[in-house]
């Protein structure tokens, strides 16, 4: 089974300009998260999508982050401008059914690690 | 502020140590679950706890859930290089729909 793919796996840009990533999820799998893991610390949960539908964007800096999932397959993020303290990696990931306590196990991407300068 | 609080957040042992890692919450989940992550790579699923109470065994890594659902344990027995790397816990929410991470433990283990 294919797992989720994840592109680029590394992006250098210069502060205010735009990057995008994109996230196919394993097939099949409703829910999809896009994360940000600062080194050395836990992923952060930007935006969880059930289908196409938005579940929960809270954390998501919507001043210069966007997402969308058409058609409730793959997936890109935005950040238009970036900031310096946006470096990171983020991290996509996919489960089966995030609706139900037994299909929650969450597959990861190998994420993209952006640097910000 | 983090909903799961991992600790330590730092530990380094020798090789053949035993180590305890620890997710605590003042919340509630569903079911806690407890990701590996190597340098580069996303995490990978170690185990998920779902019930109360419930100590689940895999090899040398020994994972129990908190009677109350709030809080969780990774035991490592005799730790080996190849454990080193990012613990992180990850916690369902009661209504299923919402998944969040722990503030990780970086365990380093010296030959």
């Known amino acids: 089974e294919a797992g989720v793919a994840q592109s680029p796996r590394y992006k250098i840009i210069e502060k205010r300009q735009s990057v995008a990533f994109w996230c196919n999820p394993i097939?099949?799998?409703?829910?999809l998260y896009w994360y940000q893991q600062i080194l050395g610390q836990g992923p952060k949960l930007l935006i969880q999508f059930q289908n196409n539908g938005v579940v929960d964007d809270s954390q998501l800096p919507k001043d210069r982050f966007s997402a969308e999932r058409l058609k409730g397959v793959d997936s890109t993020l935005k950040i238009q401008p970036a900031k310096l303290e946006d470096s990171a990696v983020y991290l996509c990931a996919s489960s089966l059914d995030g609706s139900t306590k037994s299909n929650t196990e969450a597959f990861f991407g190998q994420g993209t690690r952006l640097t910000v300068v | 502020t983090q909903l799961l609080e991992q600790s330590p957040q730092f530990l380094s042992i020798q090789e053949g140590e035993n180590l305890t890692v620890y997710c605590n919450s003042s919340s509630v989940f569903s079911s806690l679950q407890w990701y590996r992550q190597e340098p580069g790579e996303g995490p990978v699923l170690l185990v998920t706890v779902v019930t109360g109470g419930e100590v689940k065994k895999l090899k040398r890594l020994t994972f129990q859930f908190g009677d109350a659902r709030k809080d969780s344990s990774l035991h490592i027995t005799a730790a080996q290089p190849g454990d080193t790397g990012l613990y992180l816990c990850a916690g369902l929410s009661q209504n299923f729909n919402k998944f969040y991470f722990g503030s990780g433990t970086k365990l380093n283990v010296k030959p």
């Open positions: 097939s099949g799998h409703a829910t």
